[in-house]
């Protein structure tokens, strides 16, 4: 028997959105629906056509079958398993849209039984599909259902008449991969397949809640608009809602009913009715208080018994744009965001309660207050999440077609598609107070087809702005776009500040995507947010993005690891046995290689170094000196008070004091400062000193237990002095071999000059890597030009030759007591006009394995990645000081490091225990068990061989990190220039 779902080919038909789908709506149905998550019956077939009757194996729903090894798992890599691919904006097949490989469509073939429950007779019988990719077909009992397209929203279809109470019946749910819809979720993340959340069933009174629209503003009013409908048709007579909130009961609105009733246009058929009320001293939502209401929405028969129930949780809100501000409730508020996709490393796209709590948890304890749904909506729990915690966001629907952008937009084929997105997603949301702007999707040009989805929007939800970074791209001020918000991707930051200045701005900049966090990256992070601070008209912005997409992968067979495989993984880094793979890694023919560990997260949730540089400008309270006599502090706030906070000062002194003091937060409302005495008096001795406010939560929150640190701002109390003549020359003789290489018991590799670091994602996608390359700075060939010794100095003059330029370095060696000073010089040429750096490299014996040290930490930090990094006293293992990137590159840096010593924590008592370093400014240092050249012959962080000993790097100078990946580079003053560098260090034995 031919099957007309078969037949038809939708999964090659744009205008074809869905068949027998219900409406979008908001009423969630999660409670008390039966679920039909777990095992199903399961054949990834080779094409939609081809036969189903092979044996089946099972798959796990919620799931995709790429992470689950499903089909046959003993068959090599790729043969009949479908793996996940990661591509960026190339699509994975030559097809052009509407067309996808005809023989080559992994498809998936679901199937379970259900029993439907006797005493549902009479009632209204929905299956929901949470989501589904790309094209979904629905047959029960091998009657076709349904069909429905648009990857990460539920599907519902009315099985009313399928099915019958008291029976069992066989649900099968066919999911073809490739689509016509597949070359508009063309995002940047894994390709997969399969059934991505869970599978419901549940009933219903004929007579039903259809939808329910709530508007609560922060003044109080709330409305609540109901849409009822009834399974046989016409409805009943003398239906009625109700509604409660919080204890407050809510009526059916006269006015509406009388309205309606005069209004022939308004038809019985149509069940409208509203609820409006005015709710006095309301507690208003907003990121940092978000608070909310209980509302219940009752559907009653003429005899007062409830037919239906809506439950939600609601926030009294305002959002608009004015002039060139978003507003929340009047308030200019700071867009602290970040973009995030549904991802987890063992399931793919499968996302649970917990993982989406703990990932927003996390965000609002490193001072994020935003997010935008990247490049889809997310799943429905994160905006229940979002609403509970607190959190901004621009809901993004699915629609990104960016390798055939430009023929998309305006194709005719596809416009009902994009209405299609952009309104069931409006149609889920649009109660989230969380919810405050919309967006069109991502990368798919500008084109009629978005006009119209705005349109849609802009009737239907009136209350919210909208944005969509295509359209904002054809002129940041055009009123006539569709976009509100000036929402560019990547955009130099002095563009942005030219364009607040320009007094052409009309609408609210807040770039879509921002600094690039691909790897060791995030440069100029502090400066964009300084710019921001200080431009009217800059409010912010999303990072991209929150996670590291690296799924677990077994090193033996390169198969994912999938579900149950928890636990196998910690800080970052993959268990040994397993690693972290990127796009290539299972055999992908086409593939765009790590760009897709691009988040401000490790795939296991453990935060990046950029974390703790993003807590602190997003900091709450903010602390500055005041003519020295007293210090400034400010609450940087929008909407509370300092009251949740509790603080402790902390003076570091360079002579390795730490002193602490309880502190006072002062009664401040958001944007008020006050002056508050020196909480320390200074000693007259102990050099340079720096106070810190170490600010933590006082109390439990639904996100941080009490005593979490929220910030440390931190002021320079007193510089350091002057060195005078630095540590006196004492009698004694410095070792060089013949070489001129230092010869000292502690060191295996003697201090030799560097201008290399393993490239960064930024290094190699910018360009700067191959420079260098092209230069030699990866291979210089160091020889001696001379040995002077003069008195107890010994002078080494050397030559680094790369492939076009000559580096003339100077090393002198002195002994001072207890050690040996060295003070060295380097003379760039012209020709190598931007290095990665300008230092000294030299390699320790095995077993100095603590690093203490003076200066900014205790986290990583780089000299424009350092304004989250307090300077103080800090102490860690060698080989928590790395920070294990996907792909191998320069990491574990610090800055500002004035001194340091490298120990054995437990050394015996032959011989010295470790090794002291002072450094005559503060300057950039390494401590690693990897040389850079360890670091860029790797390509997964489990291929990388710790050495016994420490690879110590101490720069005179160390370039920026910027964003090259994807957007500017770092600025130019960060960057390392040409000609003489100079600098000093003195080692010492412990
Ligand atoms: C931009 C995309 O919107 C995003 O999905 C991601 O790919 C990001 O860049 C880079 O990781 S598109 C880019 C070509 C500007």
């Not at 919810?435 to 798919?444: A, D, H, K, T, Y």
């Not at 360079?654 to 958001?670: F, I, M, V």
Request: with cysteine; hydrophobic share 40%; charged share 25%.
């Amino acid at each position: 028997m031919t099957d007309p779902l078969l037949t038809l080919r939708p999964w090659e038909s744009p205008e074809v959105t869905s068949w027998g789908r219900m409406p979008m709506n908001a009423v969630d149905r999660r409670t008390g629906a039966h679920s039909l998550d777990g095992d199903w019956r399961f054949q990834l077939l080779t094409a939609p056509g081809a036969p189903v009757g092979g044996a089946w194996s099972t798959a796990a729903v919620p799931g995709v079958w790429t992470m689950q090894n499903a089909g046959k798992a003993d068959d090599p890599l790729r043969a009949t398993v479908d793996l996940p691919q990661y591509l960026n904006i190339r699509m994975p097949y030559a097809e052009f849209p509407p067309l996808s490989p005809v023989d080559d469509n992994p498809t998936g073939v679901y199937e379970r039984e259900i029993d439907i429950p006797a005493e549902w007779a009479g009632r209204r019988i929905v299956l929901q599909v949470g989501a589904a990719e790309s094209v979904l077909l629905v047959h029960v009992d091998g009657r076709p259902v349904g069909v429905s397209k648009d990857s990460h929203l539920a599907a519902e279809f009315d099985l009313s008449d399928v099915v019958r109470p008291g029976e069992r019946s066989t649900v099968r749910l066919t999911v073809v991969k490739w689509s016509d819809a597949s070359h508009i979720e063309d995002q940047d993340h894994w390709w997969h397949g399969g059934i991505t959340r869970s599978v419901l069933l549940y009933a219903t009174d004929p007579l039903y809640l259809a939808d329910v629209t709530v508007r609560a503003r922060a003044d109080g009013e709330l409305r609540i608009d109901c849409l009822v409908r009834d399974a046989g048709g016409a409805l009943p007579e003398g239906w009625y809602v109700s509604g409660e909130l919080d204890g407050l009961a809510l009526t059916q609105d006269a006015a509406f009913d009388l309205a309606n009733a005069e209004d022939e246009r308004v038809s019985d058929f149509l069940g409208e009715a509203r609820i409006a009320a005015r709710v006095p001293e309301v507690r208003t939502w907003n990121a940092e208080t978000p608070e909310l209401y209980g509302l219940t929405v009752r559907l009653h028969r003429a005899d007062g018994t409830v037919a239906d129930i809506s439950r939600h949780r609601i926030g009294f809100r305002d959002v608009e744009v004015v002039g060139r501000d978003l507003l929340v409730n009047g308030e200019r508020v700071y867009i602290r965001g970040v973009n995030r996709h549904d991802f987890h490393p063992l399931t793919g796209r499968t996302v649970s309660y917990d993982d989406m709590r703990a990932d927003l948890v996390l965000l609002k304890r490193f001072g994020f207050n935003a997010i935008r749904t990247a490049h889809y909506p997310n799943d429905p729990t994160l905006y229940d999440l979002a609403d509970e915690l607190g959190f901004y966001v621009v809901d993004e629907a699915d629609i990104e077609s960016h390798d055939h952008a430009h023929e998309i937009a305006d194709d005719p084929r596809y416009l009902n598609a994009f209405v299609d997105r952009v309104s069931r997603m409006v149609l889920r949301d649009k109660n989230h107070p969380s919810v405050i702007i919309w967006s069109l999707g991502n990368e798919s040009d500008y084109g009629a087809n978005h006009d119209a989805a705005a349109g849609w929007v802009r009737r239907h939800d009136p209350t919210r702005p909208l944005q969509y970074e295509g359209a904002a791209k054809r002129g940041w001020a055009d009123p006539d776009v569709a976009s509100d918000i000036a929402c560019p991707m990547y955009a130099p930051l002095e563009d942005c500040v030219a364009h607040a200045l320009s007094g052409e701005q009309t609408k609210p900049l807040i770039q879509c995507e921002y600094s690039h966090a691909m790897g060791n990256s995030n440069g100029t992070l502090s400066d964009h947010w300084a710019a921001i601070e200080a431009t009217p008209g800059l409010q912010g912005g999303f990072i991209w993005e929150f996670w590291d997409h690296g799924i677990l992968q077994r090193v033996n067979d390169g198969r994912p690891v999938g579900r149950g495989g928890a636990g196998l993984y910690g800080n970052g880094v993959a268990a040994p046995g397993y690693r972290w793979a990127y796009g290539g890694d299972f055999g992908e023919k086409d593939h765009d290689g790590a760009f897709i560990a691009d988040g401000v997260v490790f795939p296991d949730r453990t935060p990046k170094p950029v974390m703790y540089e993003h807590r602190e400008l997003a900091a709450p309270v903010r602390v500055s000196l005041f003519r020295h006599e007293g210090l400034v502090l400010s609450n940087h706030q929008h909407f509370r008070g300092l009251e949740w906070l509790r603080g402790e000062w902390e003076l570091a002194l360079a002579d390795g004091r730490t002193l602490t003091a309880p502190a006072q937060l002062p009664d401040l409302r958001p944007g008020e400062t006050a002056v508050v005495p020196l909480p320390l008096e200074l000693p007259a001795d102990g050099g340079e000193a720096w106070l810190t406010l170490r600010v933590t939560t006082a109390e439990d929150l639904a996100w941080a237990p009490r005593g979490t640190e929220v910030c440390a701002p931190q002021v320079l109390l007193r510089t350091a002095s002057a060195d005078g003549d630095g540590d006196p020359v004492v009698s004694g003789r410095v070792e060089v071999d013949d070489d001129g290489l230092l010869v000292h018991p502690l060191l295996t590799a003697a201090p030799t000059l560097s201008l290399w670091r393993a490239p960064t994602d930024n290094d190699e996608l910018g360009g700067m890597a191959l420079r260098w390359r092209t230069w030699g700075l990866d291979s210089l060939v160091r020889k001696v030009v001379s040995i002077h010794r003069d008195g107890a100095s010994v002078t080494v003059l050397a030559e680094y030759a790369g492939t076009t330029g000559v580096v003339r370095h100077r090393q002198v060696f002195t002994p001072v007591e207890d050690g040996i000073r060295v003070d060295e010089q380097a003379e760039l040429p012209e020709e190598f006009e931007d290095v990665a750096r300008v230092g000294s490299v030299f390699e320790t014996v095995a077993g100095l394995d603590l690093l203490e040290w003076f200066g900014q930490g205790p986290w990583e930090s780089y000299p424009d990645r350092s304004g989250g990094a307090p300077v103080g006293h800090h102490a860690l293992s060698v080989d928590e000081l790395f920070t294990p990137y996907l792909r191998p590159q320069e990491s574990g840096g610090r800055h500002g490091v004035r001194r340091f010593t490298l120990s054995a924590p437990e050394a015996d008592d032959l011989g010295p225990t470790g090794l002291a370093v002072t450094l005559d400014e503060p300057r950039q240092v390494s401590v690693t068990r990897y040389r850079a050249e360890d670091l860029t012959a790797a390509a997964h962080h489990d291929e990388l061989v710790p050495r016994a000993g420490c690879v110590v790097h101490l720069d005179a100078a160390h370039r920026g990190l910027g964003t090259a990946s994807c957007g500017p580079d770092t600025f130019a003053s960060y960057l390392v220039a040409p000609g003489v560098h100079h600098w000093s260090w003195t080692l010492r034995a412990l």
